[in-house]
């Protein structure tokens, strides 16, 4: 705060004094309320054992208060207080205060921390206080000019004053170097309090050597840093008066807190030992009562401890005088020990135990009864028995089972085996010296040495000795054993004793043996079976690669003359001289080829996926425009039989997904179309929506329709392929459609069933994952055609066009779309002559083929763009490949787009717009009304009637399209263009755009 008053003259004033004199008060009095808090603190709170410099600073403080507020009734601009207020008169009364607060620091810091040794003296000094207070208020008051000029109006702060205050902040210095040293070698938070409110006192003192002006700014920090000051000495005496003896305090309770609970937890400790024990304990009083027990006792007797208090100990006993005898040589011999005695239960079961038995006395040494202990020995006494009995269970396993058990002392080197050993090894125990060296002798000789390195390396601890090894026997039977072990060793780890067993593993090793043939054998028959494998695998990929190589050719060869029937057809139906009948020829031969293209098609497109060679694509789409689309179409189809064509949204309808839009469209339109196709009457119905309580958002699509239906046996066969059933056999078509919907659906990661009643009607479900998109990640693939070009619109660049076409009647047909339109043309058989014109003719665009002789059109392209202007040249590949993944090979090639055969004229002149920016003439281009590219407003809806407006929000609500376009069409009489933008908005689905605009009923 100083750094800025410091460093921004322009705060260095306050606004006037009557804006600074209510601050001046307050601060006053916030300083005056805090030194009698700490005069009141201190001298109430004072004992004998309490240091007597905070007495020292309390009652300077009490002076110091006084003398402030003598100090603020005189401030310029109070009313007069006995002498006529002002400035100088307020300083005098000020400096005096300071150096009183300044000298009590400095005493309070040179004077040791410790108690008046006179308690009486700390009246003398409140005398002293106050003695001081009236003679500097007296001198002050009555006497103002005797004192020294300490301010001039007009000229500011004297030296004299600036020298006072120089002089104050030297004196405090002292005690802050002082209570800075004390402060570091005590921690004592008094110190540190008043280390703190020394150095804001020196802060407060330079500010009062700065100001110009009792209403400067300075000032006022200073009587800040005063208040801070004061309420640091106010911690400190709080702290030394107040918190430091209750935490005294604290520490005392919490001390004697800590001793009674120590003794608690002693008693609790011990009476938790005595219940703990799992062994009865009783006290026996002198005369033979039971004067205390613990649980077990109650657990092992059957009655409670109220039961069991005061009673005859001998009572619960098997033998009670064998008890009472115990109890007498308790009293003779001071101790018992592991005394056999049995107690009985309530429920009449016995317990043995060894009763161990002591005296216990007061003070004085006298007696004053018996303290015992029961261990119950009775599972031991079992288990004793069981031990007995598992070792003749052991010896009858090892016999039965030939297992060996020996024991070496490994010091003496003593060899210790059990019958069974000697049964393995065919040896009477007179036979066997029962040393390491008789052992070693009995094994076969190819086997010492590595039996013998066993058992050091588990001498030294490397490893447990565990090895198989070879006997002969002295019948010269060889015999394999597999030993197993442990190693005992001494304090120092040294070895002492090893324990182990020898087991006959001579039909096992027979049978492993056994078991590698047959394995070997195995691996001749794995090895041989994985080598047909691998040729049936190189075999199945050649012949998929044959089956590529022959679709990409029956593409090419398909679609290529099937280019120019479908092209020619349709440039002979837009001729104005055409007859009725020659039109119809002409239609005929149209549909022809469009119906035979949609069998190529399909027949290509399912054996692109029987050869794995179909690639989907996974971006944003419009599904709600894709939708509308296929509704669109098939509308008319449906209207044509008669048939109601419904569609049912949910509303949770998911219009923006990602996915392959041309596959979807295709799924849709052979499910719509099929259901239109085989209904006569009724209608078809098609639902979208999403599956509820799934992990993850699945597209539900239901194509419902009043067709015939499917018997049960032909609908497992409605998804094989060039399968017709029923009715269905009557119709055209390949049979493949709904074979390639169901491909397509898999392909999608989704699922299509059927369900279907004959003579009712079927359903086709299909279920799809999506992932949801936002609108603006959906590209605008609004066609730039708009109908039949007539020619370039006025103003159009003159542009080259070269063709690169081996085929005459794709030549023929290239060119004559880009003549009757305007644009200059030429014509390349192959690759290798489009080289040439390209650097002699230098075209705008290339039409290039991508299968030609002599140099293809991959080949062209790549060196076409290493020539000059290359690189600027726009090539559009025309193929009739039936690999859409070949797509991405002519781009690495260097085209720039491509157009597969047969092609549409429309897709042609697109193309032209999107690579040359060519904009054309459109036949009835006026007759044909744009859609409005205006932004819906509340104020365009105005126009229309009330009544209008509300079946528009309840029609809006519904989700009926067919009732929304019908209210929609009645604004087309009142407001032509408000007619096509709500239109435009409705055919997007965009509902809420119009609801938002239409007030609440």
């Known amino acids: 705060m100083f750094a800025v008053v410091w460093l921004a003259p322009a705060f260095h004033t306050v606004q006037g004094l009557a804006s600074y004199l209510p601050v001046h008060i307050f601060a006053e009095t916030f300083s005056i309320v805090i030194s009698m808090l700490v005069f009141g603190v201190a001298w109430n709170a004072y004992s004998i054992e309490r240091p007597s410099n905070i007495v020292i600073l309390a009652c300077a403080l009490l002076s110091v208060g006084l003398i402030d507020f003598a100090h603020m009734l005189s401030f310029k601009g109070m009313s007069d207080f006995i002498t006529p207020s002002g400035p100088e008169k307020a300083i005098n009364l000020w400096l005096s205060g300071r150096l009183l607060a300044a000298l009590a620091l400095l005493v309070v810091a040179l004077r040791p921390w410790q108690p008046l040794q006179n308690p009486r003296t700390r009246y003398g000094l409140l005398v002293g206080s106050f003695f001081i207070t009236v003679l500097v208020v007296w001198a002050g008051l009555f006497y103002p000019q005797n004192w020294p000029r300490t301010f001039i109006a007009g000229q500011g702060l004297t030296p004299f004053k600036i020298g006072a205050e120089y002089a104050i902040i030297a004196i405090l210095l002292i005690p802050a170097v002082l209570f800075y040293l004390q402060a570091r070698r005590q921690q004592s938070d008094n110190v540190v309090g008043l280390f703190a409110a020394t150095v804001i006192t020196i802060l407060s003192e330079l500010c009062f050597t700065l100001y110009s002006d009792v209403a400067d700014v300075f000032n006022l920090l200073g009587h800040l840093y005063k208040i801070v000051a004061y309420a640091f000495i106010y911690g400190a005496v709080f702290v030394v008066s107040v918190r430091e003896p209750f935490k005294r305090l604290d520490a005392e309770f919490a001390e004697n807190l800590r001793i009674a609970q120590e003794l608690r937890a002693a008693s609790l400790y011990t009476r938790s030992l005595i219940e703990a024990s799992l062994d009865p304990l009783v006290m026996i009083s002198a005369d033979g009562k039971i004067t205390d027990v613990n649980h077990a006792t109650e657990l092992v007797t059957g009655r409670s401890r109220p039961e069991l208090m005061g009673t005859d100990f001998s009572d619960y006993f098997t033998e009670p005088e064998k008890a009472r005898e115990v109890y007498r040589k308790v009293f003779l011999e001071g101790a018992v020990t592991n005394y056999p005695l049995a107690l009985r239960h309530y429920d009449g079961h016995i317990t043995d135990v060894l009763y161990n038995a002591s005296l216990y006395r007061n003070e004085r040494g006298e007696v004053l009864g018996m303290f015992a202990a029961a261990r119950d020995v009775t599972e ?67 086997d010492r040495q590595f039996t013998d390195g066993e058992i050091q390396a588990a001498l030294r601890g490397e490893r447990e000795y565990a090895p198989e090894f070879r006997i002969i026997r002295p019948d010269g039977t060889v015999l394999n054993i597999k030993a197993s072990s442990k190693t005992y060793r001494d304090l120092e780890g040294k070895p002492i004793r090893m324990i182990g067993t020898n087991f006959d593993i001579t039909a096992l090793k027979r049978i492993e043996g056994e078991l590698r043939k047959y394995k070997d054998h195995l691996e001749e028959e794995v090895q041989s079976r994985t080598t047909d494998l691998v040729q049936a695998r190189n075999a199945a990929e050649t012949a998929n690669r044959a089956k590529s190589i022959f679709l990409a050719n029956m593409s090419h060869e398909l679609r290529t003359p099937l280019n120019a029937i479908l092209g020619f057809s349709n440039l002979m139906r837009k001729a104005p001289s055409l007859q009725k009948d020659q039109r119809d020829n002409l239609d005929i031969i149209n549909r022809s080829g469009e119906y035979l293209l949609t069998l190529i098609n399909d027949v290509l497109e399912m054996a692109k996926i029987e050869a794995g060679r179909v690639q989907l694509d996974n971006l944003p789409l419009d599904l709600g425009k894709l939708v509308r689309d296929v509704t669109d179409m098939m509308q008319v189809r449906a209207q044509e039989k008669g048939l109601q064509l419904l569609l049912d949204q949910s509303s949770e309808f998911p219009r923006y997904i990602k996915g392959d839009e041309a596959r979807l469209r295709q799924v849709l339109i052979n499910l719509v179309g099929n259901a239109v196709k085989f209904t006569q009457e009724g209608g078809v119905t098609v639902r979208f929506g999403m599956k509820p309580n799934g992990p993850m958002k699945t597209l539900l699509i239901e194509v419902e329709d009043t067709g015939p239906g499917m018997k049960p046996e032909d609908q497992d066969k409605i998804f094989e392929p060039f399968v017709q059933v029923g009715e269905l056999a ?130 062209a392209t790549r060196r076409i763009r290493q020539l000059p202007g290359g690189k600027d040249v726009k090539i559009v ?6 690999f859409m993944e070949q797509r991405d090979e002519m781009l690495a090639a260097g085209m720039d787009d491509f157009v ?48 209008l407006r509300d079946e528009l929000r309840a029609a809006l609500e519904s989700l009926e399209d067919k009732r929304i376009s019908a209210v929609i069409g009645q604004v087309a009489s009142l407001d032509p263009k408000l007619h096509r933008t709500m239109s435009r908005l409705a055919e997007n689905f965009d509902y809420p755009a119009i609801l938002k605009l239409l007030p609440a009923k």
């Open 380 to 446: 031991r006494n079992q288990a004793e028995e069981a031990l007995r009995v598992n070792e003749e269970r052991l010896h009858l396993a090892t016999t039965a089972g030939n297992i060996g058990v020996w024991d070496w002392d490994v010091a003496k080197n003593i060899l210790t085996w059990d019958e069974s050993m000697y049964v393995l090894y065919g040896l009477a125990k007179d036979e066997f010296g029962g040393a390491y060296d008789a052992w070693i002798r009995t094994l076969h000789p190819d």
């Open 730 to 859: 009557a119709q055209k078509g390949t049979g493949l459609g709904l074979t390639i919907t169901r491909q397509f659906i898999e392909l999608m990661g989704g699922t299509i069933n059927l369900v279907s009643i004959f003579g009712t009607g079927s359903i086709f479900r299909v279920e799809l994952p999506v992932d949801m998109v936002a609108a603006c990640d959906v590209a605008n693939n609004v066609s730039t055609v708009k109908g039949d070009v007539v020619s370039l619109a006025p103003g159009q660049p003159e542009y080259r066009i070269l063709i690169v076409e081996d085929q005459l009647e794709n030549q023929l047909l290239l060119t004559q779309l880009m003549e009757s339109i305007g644009l200059t043309v030429k014509v390349a058989d192959n690759g290798q002559q489009a080289l040439g014109l390209f650097q002699s003719w230098q075209p705008h665009l290339i039409w290039m083929d991508r299968r030609m002789p002599v140099m293809d059109g991959l080949e």
């Open 877 to 882: 590949a025309v193929t009739a490949s039936a």
């Open 900 to 947: 597969r055969k047969p092609y549409r004229f429309n897709e042609i002149y697109e193309t032209l717009n999107k690579q040359l920016g060519l904009q054309y003439i459109y036949a009835d281009a006026n007759a044909a009304e744009e859609a409005s590219d205006v932004e819906l407003n509340e104020a365009m809806l105005a126009v229309l009637p009330q009544e």
